[in-house]
C-alpha cells in the first residue's frame, strides 16, 4: 500500500458523504486561522485603544462580554461563509483550490472588520446603517478629512491579516479538528442565524457608552445596523394617526398640521421696543457637547468664554440637539421639522411645502443670511436654503486666499475664518432687521486648527486652572488636540462677540448658542451624552439672566422664538404649522414636560424622551440629574413610551409616503406667487 494517493476531499472514489464530510474537515480547519486572526485583532484593538483612549472602569467586563459575544459572531459567519466557500471551490480546482478559496473569503471579511476598527479608532463610536446615509464623495471627504495613517492603523492591519495567513498555510496541511465539532460548531451558527437574533451585549452591562461600544465586535453591529436599516419594523396600519396625543390634530391628509399655541415664554425676559424688531443670530458650533462645556460639566469645563457668556444670558444647560450627527439639525432648529426617513434635507427637490424662521422673517423684512466653512452641498443643506428663498449663502467657494483653511482641505475653513466672515459681510451690509446662520467646523476630526501650539499651550494651562492631578492630566492629553481645538473655538467666539460689540446693531441683536451634537471622539458616558448640548441665548437687551435645568431641545427653538417675535413686535406667523418641538421650557428646577424623538445617525430612529424617560431601542432609562441614565425594568413606562413613540413614527412614515406637510393657502402668505 505504500505510495498510494492519498484521496483528495473530492476525490470522486469516495462516496459523496464521505466526500462532503472530508470538504467540512477542510473547511473547519482553515477557518481556525480566521479564529486566531479575530483574536489577534481584538488584542491589538484593546491594546490600541488603551494606548490612545481610556482604560474603563469596567475593563474586565468589557473583556469578558468581548469574548463571548465575538464567539457568537464567529460561529453565524462560519454559517454564511461556507456556501462562498464551497461555490469558490468550483472556480479554483486543484490541491491548493480550498486554500486559495477560503484565502479569499477569510482575507475580505477580516479588512472589512478591521476597517470597522480602524473607524472606531477614529470616531470612538460603532459604524452602523449611517454608512449608507452618504454619498461616496462624503464618504470618501470625511475619510480623508478624518483617517490618518500610523502605527496603530497599519498594525491593526498588518497583523491580523499576517496572523491570518501563516495559520491558514499551517491548517491547510495539518488536520487538528474531527469533522464533528465542524459540524456542531456550523449547526451552532444556523440556529443562531434562525433564532438567536443578534449577538450585541445588552448596553445595561456596562458602565459607559464607550464601554459598550469597546465590546462591541464591529462587524456583528454593523451587520446589525444594516439589517435594520434593510429590513425596518413597520408599525401597521393601525397606528397611522395617533390615538391619544399633546396636539389637537387638523387634518388627516396633513399627518403633522395643529394649531398653533405656543405660548411667549422669552418676552418677560427682554426689554422690547415694539418699531425695532430684533435682529437674530445663530451660532451653531460643530460638536459643542454639555460634557465639556458649562457648569458642573462632567469632563471638566473647556469653555471659558461661552461659560461667562452663559453667566449674563438665559442659559439651559441641560438642552438636546435632536440629532446625532450635523444632518439634521438646521431643519430642526430653524423649522422644528421632522425626520422623514434619513433626515429632512435628504428630500432635496421633493421637500414639500414647509415653513421656517427663515422663510417667515424673510417675509416681514429681515435679510436671511448664512454661512460655513465646508462645502453648502454637504448633508444637502443648499438645497433646503434655497427653499427658504435665502439672501445670502456662504460656502468653502466664497473665501478667498486671505482666509485659513483647515488641514485636509476637505472641511473648509476654520471657524475664526468664518466668523470673520460673517462680520465682515454685516460691516458692508449694515441694514436690519437680519437673521443670521453660522455653523462652524472646526471640533470635527482631525482636530487640527491655526496655531494649534497656542491653544495646546492653554490646554496645559487650563488644566492647572481646574485643579487636574498628574494622573489625570496624563489621561487627558491622550485628547490633547481635541481640547486644544475646544479652547481655539471658544476663543474665535470671544473674537466673534468682541467684534459684535463694536458694530451698531449689536444692542438690538439676540444671539443664540448651540451645539449641533456632542463631538463623540472623547469617549461618552450614556447613549444621551451624545445629543446633550447648551442653549445659551444672549442679547444686550436682556433684563436678566436665568440659569435652566429644565430639558428643552432644538425642536422647542422657533415655535418659541416666533411666539415672542409675535407677541412683541407684531410678526404675523401661521395659526397652523407643523412643529414637532413644543416651546422652550424657562422652569429653572430639573424636570422634562416634553415629548419627542431623536436620530441618532441618519439612517438610525431609535432614540424617544418622554418626561424623565428615554428610550433607546429596547432598554428604557431614568433620567437623573446632569442627564445621567439609569437602566430601569418598568414594564408599563415601556409600553407607554413604546407607544407614543410608535405613533409618531406612524405619522412621519405617512409625511415620507405623501410628502404633505401644511396646505397651499398658508405656504402661499409666506411664499406669494410672482
Known amino acids: 500500500m505504500q505510495g498510494m494517493r492519498n484521496p483528495a476531499p473530492d476525490d470522486p472514489a469516495k462516496p459523496w458523504p464521505i466526500r462532503f464530510r472530508d470538504i467540512l474537515v477542510r473547511f473547519g480547519n482553515l477557518s ?3 479564529l486566531l486572526a479575530f483574536l489577534s485583532a481584538r488584542v491589538v484593538e484593546m491594546a490600541g485603544l488603551a494606548l490612545i483612549a481610556e482604560v474603563p472602569a469596567d475593563i474586565w467586563t468589557v473583556v469578558g462580554r468581548t469574548l463571548w459575544t465575538d464567539a457568537l459572531f464567529y460561529l453565524k459567519l ?10 469558490l471551490r468550483l472556480v479554483f480546482r486543484g490541491q491548493r483550490a480550498d486554500l486559495v478559496s477560503y484565502g479569499i473569503i477569510g482575507t475580505a471579511v477580516l479588512a472589512a472588520c478591521l476597517l470597522l476598527v480602524n473607524y472606531f479608532f477614529v470616531a470612538r463610536v460603532p459604524l452602523g446603517a449611517d454608512l449608507f446615509g452618504y454619498s461616496p464623495g462624503d464618504i470618501l471627504g470625511i475619510a480623508r478629512a478624518g483617517y490618518r495613517i500610523s502605527l496603530l492603523s497599519i498594525a491593526s492591519l498588518v497583523i491580523p491579516l499576517a496572523v491570518f495567513w501563516t495559520a491558514l498555510v499551517y491548517f491547510g496541511t495539518h488536520t487538528v479538528l474531527p469533522w464533528r465539532i465542524v459540524f456542531a460548531a456550523l449547526l451552532g451558527g444556523i440556529l ?4 438567536g437574533g443578534t449577538v450585541l451585549p445588552p448596553r445595561t452591562a456596562f458602565k459607559s457608552e464607550f464601554s459598550y461600544g ?32 399633546r396636539f389637537r390634530y387638523l387634518d388627516p391628509e396633513y399627518p403633522f398640521l395643529r394649531e398653533e399655541n405656543t405660548p411667549d415664554v422669552l418676552g418677560e425676559y427682554f426689554r422690547i421696543d415694539p418699531a425695532r424688531p430684533p435682529n437674530i443670530v445663530f451660532l451653531a458650533v460643530e460638536g459643542l457637547g454639555r460634557a465639556f462645556s458649562g457648569p458642573d460639566a462632567y469632563l471638566g469645563s473647556f469653555t471659558p468664554f461661552l461659560d461667562e457668556l452663559a453667566g449674563k444670558s438665559l442659559y439651559w444647560e441641560n438642552f438636546l440637539a435632536s440629532q446625532g450627527r450635523t444632518f439634521a439639525s438646521l431643519p430642526s432648529i430653524l423649522g422644528s421639522l421632522p425626520f422623514g426617513s434619513r433626515g429632512f434635507n435628504d428630500l432635496g427637490a421633493r421637500m414639500p411645502r414647509h415653513l421656517t424662521l427663515l422663510s417667515i422673517l424673510k417675509r416681514h423684512g429681515y435679510r436671511t443670511r448664512f454661512y460655513c466653512g465646508n462645502s453648502l452641498d454637504f448633508d444637502n443643506q443648499r438645497a433646503f436654503l434655497e427653499r427658504q428663498n435665502i439672501d445670502l449663502m456662504v460656502g468653502m467657494d466664497d473665501y478667498d486666499d486671505s482666509y485659513y483653511r483647515l488641514p485636509g482641505a476637505y472641511w473648509g475653513y476654520a471657524d475664526r475664518e468664518v466668523l470673520q466672515k460673517a462680520l465682515t459681510t454685516q460691516r458692508k451690509d449694515p441694514r436690519t432687521p437680519y437673521v443670521d446662520y453660522v455653523q462652524t467646523v472646526s471640533m470635527h ?3 487640527s486648527v491655526p496655531g494649534q501650539a497656542e491653544y495646546l499651550r492653554r490646554f496645559e494651562e487650563h488644566m492647572d486652572r481646574l485643579g487636574f492631578t498628574e494622573a489625570v492630566k496624563k489621561k487627558y492629553r491622550q485628547y490633547r488636540n481635541i481640547y486644544s481645538t475646544v479652547l481655539y473655538t471658544d476663543a474665535a467666539l470671544q473674537y466673534y462677540f468682541e467684534e459684535q460689540a463694536r458694530l451698531p446693531s449689536y444692542r438690538n441683536t439676540i444671539f443664540l448658542i448651540t451645539g449641533d451634537h456632542r463631538l ?10 451624545r445629543y446633550h448640548v447648551p442653549l445659551i441665548i444672549y442679547s444686550p437687551m436682556l433684563k436678566r439672566a436665568a440659569r435652566i435645568k429644565s430639558i428643552s431641545s432644538h425642536l422647542d427653538i422657533t415655535p418659541s422664538l416666533l411666539a415672542f417675535l409675535k407677541r412683541n413686535y407684531r410678526v404675523r406667523t401661521p395659526d397652523k404649522v407643523a412643529w414637532v418641538g413644543t416651546g422652550l421650557d424657562m422652569e429653572p428646577a430639573f424636570r422634562n414636560i416634553h415629548s419627542y424623538p431623536m436620530k441618532h445617525t441618519i439612517n438610525n430612529l431609535i432614540d424617544y424622551i418622554s418626561g424623565m424617560y428615554f428610550l433607546n431601542d429596547s432598554t428604557l432609562f431614568a433620567i437623573g440629574r446632569n442627564m445621567d441614565l439609569e437602566p430601569i425594568h418598568d414594564e408599563e413606562k415601556m409600553k407607554e413610551l413604546r407607544a407614543e413613540f410608535e405613533l409618531y413614527k406612524a405619522m412621519n412614515a405617512r409625511f415620507v409616503k405623501e410628502l404633505k406637510l401644511i396646505p397651499g393657502d398658508i405656504h402661499a402668505a409666506y411664499f406669494p406667487a410672482r
Open 192 to 195: 443562531l442565524i434562525a433564532f
Open 32 to 34: 481556525l486561522a480566521l
Open 520 to 529: 463623540p471622539e472623547i469617549p461618552m458616558s450614556t447613549k444621551i451624552d
Open 78 to 87: 462560519l454559517a454564511f461563509i461556507l456556501p462562498l466557500f464551497l461555490l
Open 445 to 447: 476630526t482631525p482636530y
Open 214 to 245: 469597546m465590546a462591541l465586535n464591529k462587524g456583528a453591529f454593523f451587520a446589525a445596523d444594516t439589517y435594520a436599516y434593510l429590513m425596518p419594523h413597520d408599525p401597521g396600519p393601525g397606528a397611522a394617526r395617533p390615538v391619544v396625543s
